[in-house]
């Protein structure tokens, strides 16, 4: 009897062992089992949305399970960023997003209902670089020609911004490095880069500072000036802006990246999931290893950057910082 009663205290316990299994959560099993979500706060078409495409195919594969691509526009990147936010915190959906400036404008100046803590930042892939340029046809050979022009003839000359763009902010910031006040030069604000760049190739403005890699496109119309770098671009033969800077003036400026894309959860997910998070951010660098997804970003004229998690939230954070002094002159 006490041998059947063993034999069925041991079933018991394995049943019971077999039970608890199959009702624990699913990041407890083999994360990811079913499909998942990127959301793209923007329309289809532009640079975050073939980031976030690609990404789909390549990490997707690596993961084992497909990733679904939807469009979220809405209030520069805050409808689909408060959308992702209002996710169960279980790895099924993720974001894709030029974390700076959107997501510190959205903080800053929109005033959004979540902070930069919020969100986990699993990779910068692919961030640009500004450059200071001018109308092939405007007579400054040199970025300090220009600057000096603005500085004997304050509120003369125009310089285009995507409204609360970095080179937005780093206009502003050039100005103050030079002792200038904000009305030193006529702002003309857009809707977009892409119509940024069709005014200034157009001449329809002076000056502006945008997007490097954007503005490949229009790169016969224009001349570059400066680069807003610490070191000089292959992309666009100009000398770093604190080169003009500093032996002319006697004066800096912060670098702000021109626009840092990411791959972003929110950060209850990688804090009640580390395992699962991991696993992520591990498959993500693998994928970037692939010569296959290389050769497809190369050919897209995307980038293909291996940053993890750590050195891409000091890079969005430290780019936040240098807004959060600014944000200021966006008000006025």
Do not use: C
Not at 236 to 263: H, M, Q
Not at 283 to 301: D, G, I, V, W
């Amino acid at each position: 009897m006490k041998v059947k009663f063993r034999s069925l205290a041991f079933v018991a316990a394995v049943l019971l062992a077999g039970l608890t299994m199959a009702v624990q959560p699913a990041s407890a099993q083999n994360w990811p089992t079913r499909p998942i979500t990127i959301v793209v706060p923007f329309e289809p078409g532009g640079s975050v949305d073939r980031l976030g495409r690609s990404l789909a195919t390549y990490l997707g594969k690596e993961l084992g399970q497909p990733m679904t691509v939807v469009n979220m526009a809405g209030a520069g990147g805050q409808v689909g960023a408060t959308w992702l936010l209002q996710q169960p915190d279980d790895g099924y959906t993720m974001m894709v997003m030029p974390a700076m400036p959107y997501l510190g404008v959205n903080i800053l100046i929109t005033r959004a209902k979540y902070t930069l803590d919020d969100f986990a930042f699993v990779n910068a892939q692919w961030s640009d670089f500004l450059v200071l340029a001018e109308q092939k046809d405007r007579p400054w050979q040199t970025a300090k020609d220009l600057l000096d022009a603005i500085k004997a003839n304050p509120g003369k000359y125009s310089v285009g911004v995507d409204f609360g763009s970095t080179g937005h902010f780093s206009s502003l910031m050039l100005l103050e490095a030079l002792g200038l006040p904000p009305s030193a030069i006529r702002i003309v604000t857009f809707d977009g880069g892409g119509t940024l760049r069709t005014a200034l190739a157009g001449g329809q403005i002076d000056f502006s500072i945008l997007q490097a890699e954007g503005s490949d496109t229009v790169k016969e119309l224009i001349r570059p000036l400066a680069v807003i770098l610490d070191k000089r671009s292959p992309l666009f033969d100009a000398p770093p802006i604190n080169e003009v800077l500093k032996p002319a003036y006697g004066v800096t400026v912060p670098l702000l990246s021109g626009s840092i894309r990411a791959l972003i959860t929110s950060e209850s997910f990688r804090k009640k999931h580390p395992a699962d998070f991991e696993k992520l951010a591990a498959a993500y660098k693998k994928a970037l290893e692939s010569p296959e997804f290389q050769a497809y970003l190369k050919s897209n004229k995307m980038a293909g950057e291996w940053l993890g998690t750590e050195a891409s939230t000091d890079k969005i954070k430290t780019n936040f910082d240098v807004l959060k002094k600014y944000q200021s002159y966006l008000k006025n």
